[in-house]
């Protein structure tokens, strides 16, 4: 086994943000996508970044922040294609530490929580906020099959809710959780 694998979904359309929302610097300058997969990388030494196949650009700058990168042709069709793919990509994983590009505040700390409770033996793990669940998501090997059967823009949100008595609740006080940048407004002035 190869421990747990970080995987960075990456393939998302991004059309309310009006322009290549993963590309957009933030306030330091760095690309939006480059900080979240920094931040999983750190935590997670093996990471893995899902695009769809015309995002050689992102490609060529999270490859070099040390991800591996997978095309999914699929992701047209949603999170749930993205997820499956980076699975596939993994099969000898204990276990993904789930994030998404487009949440690059969620501090290392959560990450690593997260990470920790599946080393720990934890199914399934999520980061909450004030009841809230956010991300990153964590699951065990065990659940490789419904993973890789997901299709659809869920995501893992089925696997999730129809098991919530085996989720290690992870409660932190990191804002970055939640913090979805989906307009530009999202981002701190």
């Known amino acids: 086994m190869a421990g747990v694998v970080g995987l960075l979904l990456a393939a998302g359309q991004g059309t309310r943000f ?3 929302k ?4 933030l306030a330091c300058g760095t690309p939006m996508a480059v900080a979240s997969a920094r931040t999983l990388r750190g935590v997670c030494p093996r990471s893995i970044a899902v695009l769809r196949p015309e995002q050689g650009v992102l490609a060529g700058l999270l490859a070099a922040a040390g991800l591996e990168i997978v095309f999914s042709p699929e992701s047209c069709g949603g999170m749930g294609h993205t997820l499956a793919a980076g699975v596939a990509a993994s099969p000898d994983a204990s276990g993904w530490l789930v994030t998404l590009a487009d949440m690059p505040f ?17 199914e399934l793990a999520a980061a909450f906020v004030d009841g809230q669940r956010g991300h990153p998501v ?7 099959r419904e993973l890789l059967a997901l299709t659809g823009d869920e995501g893992a949100r089925a696997v999730i809710g129809g098991n919530r008595g085996l989720l290690r609740r992870i409660e932190t006080t990191d804002p970055g959780v ?12």
């Not at 969620?106 to 934890?122: N, S």
């Not at 939640?178 to 002035?189: A, C, F, M, T, Y």
């Open 106 to 122: 969620i501090q290392p700390a959560t990450l690593c929580r997260v990470a920790d409770a599946l080393a720990d033996g934890a």
């Open 178 to 189: 939640l913090q979805d940048v989906d307009r530009p407004g999202d981002l701190p002035s």
């Open 22 to 25: 993963l590309l957009h610097p």
């Open 18 to 20: 009006g322009s290549d």
């Open 138 to 144: 964590g699951f065990a090997a065990r659940w490789r």
